[in-house]
């Protein structure tokens, strides 16, 4: 069913030009061009998009954990939830790069709304005895309420975001507040300003942020992302590879210096060895000989590659060259 054009659809498509299209990421521009897409043209009514546990676990309509994120109520449900994930996406799609951005918003859609699952299966344990909670939160109405929108996977990136910054500081509803606790500040006052949103479905938000930054969830993420991208020979992730060439030329680069210091420490000892007790009329003779026989040897090999005894008698040549100079002088 087409929707009709709306207040705070309006609102939204202002805020996009005013920060132009130009300056918006790839990936950001285009969920929320889906979210836009999905609430003018919805793929599924309301009542079966949203996800509950009944729905989801009993009755096995899986499909409901896709669409729930993607509709949205009405159209100032979809605003203020696109003008925030419009922010996040910016800030956090240029720090990550689109792949990963990508990469972790998907695992956010998915992780959302299973630990959404989750909690509605505790709080209907709790409904059991939940007297001790009455005075505080209804739990019967939270075990049994049928959630939809992107606000528990905005939730989600509100706590990685912030966990980037944890020196920072933000504004909830004029509250400052530590970036720390800002995403559990946000929790709290939206239920007691709105208590017909879903405080469960934002809970799942959060608790999939923690995983992510203080949990095992990115390293998880890595060695997918690595046992995909590799070639199957060696599931490694791409960063292993760049650091070991890096640390495997150093160590070719340091055993090159290693023969060579070895290499000419030995021509040295070799060359001391081979002249001690020597004239130096001798050693002159002796270099001249070894020369004639050098340039005979580099005639018969042509344009191969010089071996380490020859290498040993051209050091030899240079070393007595001025000698021999001196001496044809005097003589």
């Not at 043209?41 to 676990?57: E, K, N």
């Not at 605003?79 to 918003?105: Q, V």
């Not at 980037?164 to 709290?188: D, H, K, Q």
């Amino acid at each position: 069913m087409q929707r009709g054009f709306q207040l705070g659809l309006l609102l939204l498509v202002v805020q996009l030009f005013q920060e132009g299209l130009g300056n918006i990421p790839a990936v950001t521009l285009a969920v929320l061009g889906f979210n836009v897409y999905l609430y003018m043209f919805p793929a599924a009514p309301l009542m079966t998009a949203c996800v509950s546990l009944q729905r989801v676990y009993r009755y096995k309509e899986w499909r409901r954990l896709f669409l729930s994120p993607l509709h949205h109520v009405d159209d100032w449900h979809l605003y203020f939830n696109m003008a925030s994930f419009l922010w996040k996406g910016i800030r956090m799609e240029r720090r990550l790069g689109g792949g990963w951005f990508l990469y972790l918003l998907s695992v956010c859609f998915l992780l959302t709304g299973l630990v959404y699952l989750l909690l509605q299966a505790a709080l209907t344990e709790l409904t059991k005895d939940s007297d001790p909670f009455e005075r505080f939160i209804d739990v019967s109405s939270h075990s049994k309420e049928c959630a939809v929108g992107f606000s528990g996977v905005l939730f989600a990136l509100k706590v990685v975001s912030n966990h980037y910054n944890p020196g920072g500081v933000t504004y909830v509803l004029n509250i400052r507040v530590s970036n720390r606790f800002a995403s559990w500040v946000e929790l709290v006052l939206i239920y007691l300003i709105a208590p017909g949103t879903s405080l469960v479905g934002h809970l799942a938000g959060i608790l999939v942020g923690l995983l992510y930054t203080v949990g095992p969830l990115e390293n998880i993420m890595k060695t997918c992302a690595a046992f995909v991208s590799s070639d199957g020979n060696n599931p490694r992730p791409s960063s292993y590879f760049n650091s070991s060439g890096y640390s495997g030329t150093r160590q070719q680069r340091s055993e090159d210096l290693r023969h060579a210091e070895d290499y000419t420490a030995d021509t040295s000892d070799y060359t001391e060895s081979y002249i001690a007790g020597l004239t130096e009329e001798e050693q002159i003779k002796m270099a001249i000989r070894n020369s004639l026989n050098d340039g005979g040897g580099t005639r018969q090999r042509g344009t191969e590659h010089p071996t380490e005894e020859e290498e040993l008698r051209r050091r030899r040549l240079r070393r007595f060259q001025p000698e021999v100079s001196n001496q044809r002088r005097r003589l």
